[in-house]
Nanobody
Framework: QVQLVESGGGLVQAGGSLRLSCAASGRTFDSYIMSWFRQAPGKELEFVST????????YYADSVKGRFTISRDNAKGTVYLQMNSLKPEDTAVYYC?????????????????WGQGTQVTVSS
């Protein structure tokens, strides 16, 4: 049974940094992409970033490009999201998701597995 477990959220001041982790287990993810989404109160789920588990190719939403970095540690089965220069508008619940390689990465409905989410709050 696939499990995605996020951690690392918290409260941080604007301009600060956080690193989120997503521990993936239950299968091998060689043919998967791993992504981060976020959902702010009253808003729809928003794509943040994705990484190809096997090759490490990455892609970012314009809103986080240059501030966030996605990476993975294959040996640990973990995907990370390093978030720098955080802004109040980054406040949201952040979710890790796994989907088969080749899906449209920014579409939440294409993903097979989701974590429970971790809250990130950025104060001004």
């Amino acid at each position: 049974q696939v499990q995605l477990v996020e951690s690392g959220g918290g409260l941080v001041q604007a301009g600060g940094s956080l690193r989120l982790s997503c521990a993936a287990s239950g299968r091998t993810f060689d043919s998967y992409i791993m992504s981060w989404f976020r959902q702010a109160p009253g808003k729809e789920l928003e794509f943040v970033s994705t990484i190809n588990w096997n090759y490490g190719n990455t892609y970012y939403a314009d809103s986080v490009k240059g501030r966030f970095t996605i990476s993975r540690d294959n040996a640990k089965g973990t995907v990370y999201l390093q978030m720098n220069s955080l802004k109040p508008e980054d406040t949201a619940v952040y979710y890790c998701a796994a989907g088969l390689y080749g899906i449209t990465a920014h579409v939440p409905g294409r993903y097979l597995h989701w974590g429970q989410g971790t809250q990130v709050t950025v104060s001004s």
